[in-house]
Structure formats: C-alpha cells, structure tokens
C-alpha cells in the first residue's frame, strides 16, 4: 500500500514537471528515476515527492539541477572499442562506397552527451578519407535534450585522463596547447543542437544513427515508440547503432537486418536493399 502512495507521488511529481517546464520523464524507467530524485531529497534533507515539488515551485533553478541529474551524460570516445570497430570496418567502408556518387553522408548522434561520440565517428570517417574528406558533404547531426551537456560538447575540451588511453592517432586529433581541444578538421564536420528524443520530430534520410546508451532510462513503451521513429529516421539501408545492454522492441525487429549481434548493429532493409540482393538494381 505504502510502495503504491509512493509510485502515486512519483507520478504526481513527474506530471507536475511535465506540465511545468515541458520535460517528459513520465515514461522513463522508475527505477533509475527514483534512484536520481533521491539524490535531490538528500541534499535538501527531505523525505517525499510531495515536499520536493514545493521545492520545484519555490525555486526555479531546482529544475536544472534536477535534469542534470536526470541526464544522465557519461560517455566516452571509442565506447566500447569492439564495436566502434565494427562500425569502422564494416559500416562506414560500405555507406562510403554507396555514397560515392554524391560524397554525401547524413550521421546522427541522438543523445550524444558531451560529445565524445560523434567526435569519434568524425575521426573515424577522417582516416578513411584522408584529404578527401573536403570533397564530401558530411554532416553528423550530434543531439541532446541537456544544453549544459552540450555546451560543453561544442567546446570539444576534454580532460588529459580521458584521452589517454586512446593511442597516438587518435590523440593527433587534439590540440596539445596546454587544453586537449578537438581539431577543427574534426570539430567542422559536427553540428550540435537540443533535441527531444520523446518529443521532436526525428531527424530524416540519416545513413548511421547512434542512439547509445539512452533507451536504456525509458520504460518498454516509449522504447517501442522510440523504435519506430529510429527506424524512420533512416534511409534505406542505413545502419542503426545501439548501446550494448540495448535492443529493437519486438514489433520494428523484422524490419532491420542484423549486422552484430553483441554491439547491436542494425541495417534497415526495405525495397531498395531486397532489390539489390535479388540483383535487381541497376
Ligand atoms: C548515458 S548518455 C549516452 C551518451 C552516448 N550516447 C554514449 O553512449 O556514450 C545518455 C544521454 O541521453 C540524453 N537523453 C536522455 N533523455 C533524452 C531525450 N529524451 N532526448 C534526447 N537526449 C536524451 C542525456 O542527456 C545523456 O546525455
């Protein structure tokens, strides 16, 4: 009884946050939620929902501290080494060679924390197209719903600790002038923006969309909605790229072709991909 006037309040509060400020977490998983918010009644050393949400009336700046708790924005380049290599040796080669006709590529980071991830598919595409890369039109849509978090993805500056295990190459896409800022070479093929990922209206058209590490915080029925927009978010044939601890909802799995199993790699098949295994393209 008393678990159920908790879940009730939980409710109540995340309705009120809706209502006030516009950010949905009415569908998020209850467990990580409950888990963030104690966090903010232990510092303001109260007990229930009830009381934090006269705190969220009194106190407007609670909010921000509330979602930067909520977004949860740890993240790293290469994450998960494997499965970026995937990507580097299967996926990228093969949207290069489509592409080649029209050198241009659409990538979307959705929920791309403080920028490390789309940063490491701009230097991946990088060492494939040397020089090159000017002739491309490339473009990796890099999104997230907290703006602290991207500022600080904008800056590009990243702390020495965590770039040290990355290897020579890849630290060679760092300027060492006493901070450990993204190249520009690397910096221009990134554009950064707030976006919703429960609200928005999807990006279209994208070739690879990594959503990393973020369906994870939803519960089982925004996930499927999620899905379905991911999945028409990209072209034909363009490649989706989940966090490992991540999978398609039930009714989107047959729509996609399993490229890795462990690194839940995914390729959107449709008409245009069937006809070229048939051999029926020109
Ligand atoms: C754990 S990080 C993942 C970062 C990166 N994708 C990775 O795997 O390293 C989750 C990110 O999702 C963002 N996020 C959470 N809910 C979101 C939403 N509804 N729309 C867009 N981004 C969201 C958070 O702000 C956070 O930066």
């Given at each position: 009884?008393?678990?159920?006037?908790?879940?009730?309040?939980?409710?109540?509060?995340?309705?009120?946050?809706?209502?006030?400020?516009?950010?949905?977490?009415?569908?998020?998983?209850?467990?990580?939620?409950?888990?963030?918010?104690?966090?903010?009644?232990?510092?303001?050393?109260?007990?229930?929902?009830?009381?934090?949400?006269?705190?969220?009336?009194?106190?407007?700046?609670?909010?921000?501290?509330?979602?930067?708790?909520?977004?949860?924005?740890?993240?790293?380049?290469?994450?998960?080494?494997?499965?970026?290599?995937?990507i580097d040796t299967l996926v990228l080669p093969e949207l290069i060679r489509r592409r080649?006709?029209?050198?241009?590529?659409?990538?979307?980071?959705?929920?791309?924390?403080?920028?490390?991830?789309?940063?490491?598919?701009?230097?991946?595409?990088?060492?494939?197209?040397?020089?090159?890369?000017?002739?491309?039109?490339?473009?990796?849509?890099?999104?997230?719903?907290?703006?602290?978090?991207?500022?600080?993805?904008r800056l590009g500056i990243y702390d020495k600790a965590k770039l040290e295990s990355l290897?020579?190459?890849?630290?060679?896409?760092?300027?060492?002038?006493?901070?450990?800022?993204?190249?520009?070479?690397?910096?221009?093929?990134?554009?950064?923006?707030?976006?919703?990922?429960?609200?928005?209206?999807?990006?279209?058209?994208?070739?690879?969309?990594?959503?990393?590490?973020?369906?994870?915080?939803?519960?089982?029925?925004?996930?499927?909605?999620?899905?379905?927009?991911?999945?028409?978010?990209?072209?034909?044939?363009?490649?989706?790229?989940?966090?490992?601890?991540?999978?398609?909802?039930?009714?989107?799995?047959?729509?996609?072709?399993?490229?890795?199993?462990?690194?839940?790699?995914?390729?959107?098949?449709?008409?245009?991909?069937?006809?070229?295994?048939?051999?029926?393209?020109?």
């Open positions: 009884m008393q678990a159920m006037a908790h879940d009730e309040e939980l409710a109540h509060l995340l309705e009120k946050i809706y209502q006030d400020s516009a950010l949905d977490f009415r569908e998020y998983r209850k467990t990580s939620l409950r888990r963030r918010i104690a966090r903010r009644l232990r510092a303001h050393r109260i007990h229930s929902y009830s009381e934090y949400a006269a705190i969220l009336d009194a106190d407007p700046n609670e909010y921000q501290r509330l979602l930067d708790d909520l977004a949860i924005n740890v993240s790293d380049f290469f994450r998960d080494r494997e499965a970026f290599s995937v080649q006709a029209e050198r241009r590529l659409k990538i979307w980071s959705a929920g791309c924390a403080s920028g490390e991830e789309p940063y490491s598919i701009g230097i991946m595409l990088n060492r494939h197209l040397g020089d090159r890369i000017v002739d491309w039109d490339i473009r990796i849509y890099a999104t997230d719903l907290h703006e602290g978090t991207l500022d600080k993805a290897g020579e190459d890849a630290m060679s896409y760092f300027s060492l002038d006493g901070s450990y800022r993204i190249t520009d070479r690397i910096r221009r093929l990134v554009r950064f923006g707030r976006h919703n990922l429960t609200s928005d209206p999807v990006i279209s058209r994208v070739d690879l969309l990594l959503c990393r590490n973020v369906l994870i915080y939803f519960g089982r029925s925004l996930q499927k909605k999620l899905c379905l927009n991911l999945h028409w978010a990209l072209s034909e044939g363009g490649f989706l790229f989940l966090g490992e601890a991540e999978s398609l909802s039930t009714p989107i799995e047959g729509r996609f072709e399993v490229i890795d199993k462990r690194w839940k790699i995914y390729r959107k098949t449709g008409a245009t991909e069937k006809a070229r295994h048939n051999g029926t393209e020109a």
